[in-house]
């Protein structure tokens, strides 16, 4: 199988922004995942559908709902980004202190 970074560079802008919103927000259901991404549910099902064959997502079953199932990014889902763009606790502590800086705030 080819490697995660290029498994998702493959994949249609949907699934792009679908596996995007999973880096960033964790885990989340098919529905949240609709309201985030503003695409219809049909569309996120389908992103999740190409995600999921290539083994850069994968689902369970939600424990606050059981009819529902969460998905987040696999092992090598989180491989297919590099690191030094993926977002973390420390650079957002840096954006926050220097949004503040404005005149007449």
Avoid: C, H, I
């Amino acid at each position: 199988m080819a490697p995660p970074a290029e498994r998702l560079t493959d994949q249609p802008p949907s699934a792009k922004l679908v596996f995007k919103m999973l880096e960033y927000d964790g885990s989340l259901t098919q529905k949240e995942l609709a309201d985030e991404t503003m695409l219809p549910q049909r569309t996120v099902r389908f992103a999740l559908s190409r995600l999921e064959e290539v083994d850069l997502v994968e689902d369970r079953v939600s424990f606050r709902d059981a009819r529902q199932s969460v998905y987040s990014l696999t092992d090598a889902g989180e491989r297919a980004t590099p690191s030094d763009v993926r977002p973390n606790a420390e650079s957002d502590a840096r954006a926050g202190t220097e949004r503040g800086t404005g005149v007449g705030e």
